[in-house]
């Protein structure tokens, strides 16, 4: 349910006696019940009481402001809308009750209740649109040739009808790309708070230069009386902003808002964003023609999450899941001694062997560099970077040294002692580098230490 509040209502100082206009025009039919009652919010009965809440409870119980007999401020009233989220809005209409519609007003929105802007401007008169909001009339019935127009229309601010008039503003409908809405639509009909800003009540033609040249106070009450702002429903029609990546948004009975159910990848109150790991495209915002779906990072099965980065697409650095260089995820967080964009290269110190996938469950060994024969503790980290003399594994070798593979010698000793595998290798290692031959039928490799 969303909040609503004014800023005045009648009655809230105490009793106030109010009249309706439509008794004070010739050629009205005459009424049987009192054309002028009693505005009390403190009173006991009812039928006196007018709160703003009446005008969004669906009933023909009504909001009303305070006349202009109380002083010609109340021309000035603002009445907000909290959605409690964000919507897209799509039309908002306006039922008055017992009075005319209002004469110059804005309808505004906003996203966090502090900074509003306009949707709509309307006008007692064409002129009026000029002097007082510097904007060229819509003569007739309101259009639109932008989708983020903001017009100024005198359609909605006649005097008649003089009770239960109407005003429909509709915010989607009309404009350019209303049938798919394009992202400027999107933004312009975002909106969590609703403000109506009165700046002025419509009032007889008759009454117009008597209550611009004289103190309201000095004016026959029964004129001032019957000027005041009336509502009985403000209807908001719209739908959750799930820019295009969901089919339903359903009341959550946790929260008491309305969550989106989002496909195509995407997370979020609003599926404003790809899901962990599917960032290898950029999000954007589904359409009636086009999903977008939001693409899995190929992170070979050593990572869960991914961002993307516009640099890395443009040099065609990332991996999609098809195996192409194409788009810019980069992977977060690589497992099992893994590194790089798509972690597909080892981590510094690790290697992965000749024929290991990148996508096997611990494609990474350590280098078997010793450090009293190697430059680096880092070896040739895979098959990419090898060459017939430096195959994967490889250290870089001091001088003196020779960087051959020790297969057999690594082989064996791993076979045999299982668990005492390193410590043995490492004093084998260090016997051949003092020249002693260890191991028969064995090729030795200075400077290799696992």
Known sequence: MADIHANATCGSQGPEMFCKLV???????????????????????????????????????????????NGMEYHQVT????????????????????SPRPGNWVLERSLDGVTYDPWQYY???????????NLNPRTGPPYYTRDDEVICTSFYSKIQPLENGEIHTSLINGRPSAEDPSPTLLNFTSARFIRLVFQRIRTLNADLMTLALNDPRDVDPIV?????????????????????????CPLNEGTKKFSCECEHNT???????????YQQQPWMAGTFLTRHVCEKCNCHGQADDCYFNQTVADLTLSLDATGQRRGGGVCVGCRHNTAGVNCENCSA?????????PEDPEPCRPCLCHPDGSTSQSCVSNDGQATPTMPAGSCPCKEGFEAKALTEAFSELQEQHGPAFPLLWSQTSRRVLGLEKT????????????
Not at 123 to 133: G, N, Q, S, V, W
Not at 269 to 276: A, G, I, M
Request: charge should be positive.
């Open 224 to 248: 001032t009386r019957r000027y005041y702002y009336s509502i009985k429903d403000i209807s908001v029609g719209g739908m959750c902003i799930c820019y295009g990546h969901a089919k339903a």
């Open 439 to 450: 191991l028969s039928n064995a090729v030795l490799s200075m400077g290799l230490l696992s």
């Open 349 to 357: 110190g690790f290697y992965r062997p000749q024929g290991v996938s």
């Open 267 to 277: 997370c979020g109150e609003s599926c404003d964003r790809c899901c962990p790991g």
């Open 123 to 133: 006008a007692i008169t064409d002129t009026e649109c000029l002097t007082r909001f």
């Open 23 to 69: 008794e004070h025009v010739p050629g009205q039919p005459a009424r049987n019940r009192p054309q002028c009652r009693v505005c009390n919010q403190k009173s006991i009965k009812p039928l006196e009481q007018h709160p703003i809440e009446y005008a969004i409870d669906g009933t023909n119980r009504w909001w009303q402001s305070p006349s202009i007999k």
């Open 79 to 98: 009445v907000t809308l909290d959605l409690k989220q964000v919507f897209q809005i799509a039309y908002v209409i306006i039922k008055a009750a017992n």
